[in-house]
C-alpha cells in the first residue's frame, strides 16, 4: 500500500486501515470515531462488552454497512466501492448467521469455492478443520463446534489475505474452544492476517498480538495485552484468608489498592494494587499478628486491566 | 497489456461460475423439500383429474360458450401452481434465508445475495411451468381438452403470469420480516388469489360486475388471457396489459422494499 508506511513496525504494512469511523443509529453513536492499523500478519483483537460498538466496526470493514463518516480501506481498498475486490481478500465469519439447513458441507464448501477467482483446494482445507468425516451431514445436523469450523472454512476457502472472525467461540464448550483457539493460531501461522472480535479475555490475552478495548463506541486502549495489563493501575492481586475475621476498613488507606474486597463465605480477602501494596498488606498483617493463609500473590489477568480500562466511562 | 484485457473476461466466467453454483446449490434444496414438489407438481393435475371425474363437468355449459367446465378448469389449475409456486413455496425459502442470515454471509463474498434471489424465482418459475405442461398433458390424454390452439398467445400469457406470481411472492417475502409472517400472509392471500383465479367459479362465468373485478386482478386477467388463447385467439391487449402491469408493479415494489438483512 503506497503512502501507507506511517509505522515503522517490522511486521509489515497496514492491511486495514479505520481512520475516525463514526456511524449513528437513531441517534445514538453506536461508533464513536475509532482509528486503528491491523499490520499483515498479527492476530489483532478487538475486545469489548456486548453492545460496546465491536460488531458494527468490523461490518464497515467487510462492507456490510456503509460509514456515516470516516474511512475504511482494506489492502487501500473502499469496502463499499470497491466491494468484488475487497470480498475477494477478505474472509469474513460474522455473529449469528446460518447456512441452509439441508446444505451439506461438501456442497458449502463447492459452492463457496466458486464464489472466487483463485480459490484453495476445499478438500485439504476441509481435512485440516476436522470435516473431513462430516463432507456429507447437512448444516443443520452439524454441532455447534462443527458448524464454527465449517465457518472458518468458509472464510479460508476464497484464499484471503485476512480473516475477520466475530465472536466465534461464543457457545461452543471449553474443549472445542481450545481446539478453535489452535485452529486461529494455525491460520495466523499460513500467513493470513486474523481481526478476531471476543468478549473473552483469556482468548484474547492468548491469541492477540495486540488488542483495541473498545468501550462505548471508543477506543479506550490499544496495545499488546503484557502492555495493557502493565499499563493497569492494578497489575498485582494479593488474596489471603486471615487467621480471624478482618473488617475492611482495616485495610483502607492501604498505598496504591485500587480495589479491597472480601468474600463473605470464607473471609478471604482479595487485593488488587501493585508490590507496593503487596508489601503494605504484610507489614499491616504482622503488625496486627495476623496470620494470612494461602497467600497468592500473582499478576493481575487482562480481566483486570479491562475492567480498570472500562470501569471509569461504566 | 495482456494482463488487463484478460482480467474482465476471467471476471466474467468468474460470475458465471458462482452463478451457475448458487443454481446448482438451491437446485439441490429445491429437490430435498418434497412438500413443496408435492403441492406444485402433483397437487394441481390431481385437482385436475378429480374434476374431470365429475359427469357434470364434461358437459357442454352455455354459460362458457359451450365449452365444458373442464375445458375452463385447465387453465385454473395451472395457475393454482403459480400461486403454490410463487406465492406458497418461495416467500418462506427467501425469508428464511434473510432471517437466518444466509444472505447476508453471502455479501461478505464477491457474489451478490441477488444471484440466490434469482435462482430461486428461476427455480420455481421452472417448477410451476413443469406442472402446467403436465396439468396440459393428463388434461388432453384423460378428458380430451383440446391444447391451446394459439400456443404463441399462450405461452406470452403464461409467461407474464409466471412473472406476476413470482413477483408477488417475492413482494410477500419482502413485507414480511420472519418465515413465519411470510408463511401467514402467503396462506391469506391464498383463497383471495384462487378465488380471482377461478378455482370456485371460471372468470367468465361470474356474474358481470364480479368478472370485470377480477378481471383487474392477476389471476384473474391470467386466467381471461389463457382461456381465449385456448380457444384460438390472440389474447385481448386488455388482459395482457394489466397482466403486464401488475408483474412490473409488484416487482417494482419488491426491489424496493426487499432488504437483504
Known amino acids: 500500500m503506497p503512502g501507507g508506511g506511517r509505522r515503522g513496525d517490522a511486521r509489515g504494512m497496514a492491511i486495514i486501515e479505520v481512520r475516525d469511523l463514526r456511524k449513528v443509529y437513531g441517534g445514538r453513536p453506536v461508533v464513536d470515531g475509532v482509528s486503528f492499523a491491523v499490520e499483515e500478519g498479527e492476530i489483532f483483537g478487538f475486545l469489548g462488552p456486548n453492545g460496546a460498538g465491536k460488531t458494527t466496526t468490523v461490518e464497515c470493514v467487510e462492507g456490510l454497512r456503509v460509514p456515516d463518516s470516516g474511512s475504511v480501506r482494506v ?207 504484610i507489614t499491616l498483617l504482622a503488625r496486627n499478628h495476623i496470620t494470612a493463609h494461602q497467600l497468592r500473590v500473582v499478576d493481575a489477568t487482562l480481566d483486570d486491566a479491562f475492567l480498570d480500562l472500562t470501569g471509569a466511562s461504566a | 497489456m495482456s494482463g488487463t484485457l484478460a482480467s474482465p473476461s476471467a471476471r466474467s466466467t468468474g460470475g458465471s461460475r458462482a452463478t451457475r453454483a448458487v443454481l446448482t446449490a438451491e437446485r439441490r434444496l429445491f429437490l430435498r423439500e418434497p412438500g413443496s414438489l408435492f403441492w406444485i407438481t402433483v397437487f394441481p393435475t390431481a385437482l385436475l383429474v378429480v374434476f374431470g371425474s365429475i359427469p357434470s363437468f364434461r358437459e357442454a355449459d352455455p354459460d362458457l360458450g359451450g365449452l365444458r367446465l373442464i375445458d375452463a378448469y385447465v387453465p385454473v389449475v395451472i395457475l393454482t401452481s403459480l400461486v403454490l409456486s410463487g406465492l406458497q413455496a418461495m416467500p418462506p425459502v427467501l425469508t428464511g434465508y434473510r432471517e437466518r442470515g444466509i444472505l447476508r454471509r453471502m455479501s461478505t463474498t464477491p457474489v451478490r445475495p441477488a444471484s440466490v434471489l434469482a435462482a430461486q424465482m428461476a427455480l420455481h418459475g421452472a417448477a410451476a411451468l413443469g406442472s402446467a405442461l403436465l396439468s396440459l398433458a393428463v388434461g388432453r390424454l384423460a378428458f380430451d381438452v383440446a391444447l391451446p390452439r394459439h400456443l404463441f398467445g399462450y405461452v406470452i400469457a403464461l409467461a407474464l403470469a409466471v412473472g406476476a406470481a413470482l413477483a408477488l411472492g417475492a413482494v410477500v417475502s419482502a413485507v414480511s420480516r420472519t418465515q413465519k409472517a411470510s408463511n401467514a400472509v402467503g396462506a391469506a392471500a391464498f383463497f383471495p388469489m384462487m378465488f380471482s383465479a377461478g378455482l370456485w367459479l371460471p372468470v367468465q362465468a361470474m356474474p358481470d360486475l364480479l368478472g370485470r373485478i377480477m378481471e383487474l386482478l392477476p389471476f384473474g386477467a391470467a386466467a381471461r388471457a389463457l382461456g381465449e388463447a385456448a380457444a384460438g385467439d390472440w389474447p385481448s391487449w386488455q388482459h395482457l396489459g394489466v397482466l403486464a402491469l401488475w408483474a412490473v408493479l409488484l416487482t417494482g415494489v419488491a426491489a424496493r422494499w426487499f432488504r437483504w438483512e
Open chain 1, 75 to 281: 489492502a487501500g481498498l473502499d469496502p463499499v466501492a470497491d466491494h468484488r475486490e475487497v470480498t475477494g481478500l477478505l474472509g469474513a465469519q460474522l455473529q449469528e448467521s446460518e447456512l441452509q439447513a439441508k446444505l451439506t458441507v461438501r456442497e458449502a464448501l463447492e459452492m463457496y469455492s466458486a464464489f472466487y477467482d483463485r480459490p484453495v483446494d476445499w478438500r485439504p482445507l476441509a481435512e485440516r478443520l476436522g470435516l473431513g468425516e462430516k463432507l456429507g451431514t447437512r448444516f443443520a445436523k452439524l454441532s455447534g463446534g462443527q458448524k464454527q469450523r465449517l465457518f472458518i472454512a468458509l472464510a479460508l476457502v476464497g484464499g484471503p489475505r485476512v480473516v475477520v472472525l466475530d465472536e466465534l467461540t461464543t457457545g461452543l464448550d471449553p474443549r472445542a474452544r481450545r481446539d478453535t483457539w489452535q485452529l486461529i493460531e494455525d491460520v495466523r501461522a499460513s500467513g493470513v492476517t486474523v481481526l478476531l472480535v471476543t468478549h473473552f479475555m483469556e482468548e484474547a490475552q492468548r491469541l492477540c498480538d495486540r488488542i483495541a478495548v473498545i468501550d462505548q463506541g471508543r477506543i479506550a486502549a490499544l496495545d499488546t495485552p503484557s502492555g495493557l495489563i502493565g499499563r493497569s493501575a492494578s497489575n498485582t492481586v494479593i488474596s489471603f484468608t486471615p487467621s480471624r475475621p478482618l473488617a475492611v476498613h482495616e485495610l483502607d488507606g492501604l498505598p496504591a489498592a485500587v480495589s479491597v474486597a472480601t468474600d463473605e463465605k470464607d473471609g478471604r480477602i482479595t487485593v488488587n494494587g501493585t508490590d507496593e501494596t503487596v508489601n503494605a498488606v
